[in-house]
């Protein structure tokens, strides 16, 4: 009987030793694919693309034979096409008489 209680409580040990070694597996893939994934964002933020990315969107920076277009208040530009628009306002029978002309 002490032979059978002894072999059940091996048995368990052995069936918890090896559920703590496949979670352990797990973990282990699941740090590789983080450290490739590090490895490729070390890669790319040492790389020249990042350089020039970083350089145009915080220092405003420029390459040679690029053109820089901004546009300073955008509410105005609306605003005077309103504008040209209802002095533009011509009613269509006028439109269609001018074309038929």
């Known amino acids: 009987m002490l032979v059978v209680i002894s072999l059940g409580q091996e048995s368990y ?18 740090l590789k694919q983080d450290n490739e994934e590090l490895i490729g964002n070390r890669e790319y933020f040492q790389s020249q693309e990042f350089l020039e990315d970083e350089a145009r969107k ?34 269509n029978f006028k439109l269609w008489l001018e074309y038929f002309k």
């Open 13 to 30: 040990r052995y069936f918890k030793v090896a559920e703590e070694i496949n979670d352990l597996e797990q973990n282990i893939q699941n």
């Open 58 to 91: 915080k220092l405003n920076m420029v390459k040679e034979g690029e053109t820089v277009v901004m546009i300073t208040n955008i509410d105005d530009i609306i605003q005077d096409e309103n504008v040209n628009a209802q002095k533009n306002k011509t009613s």
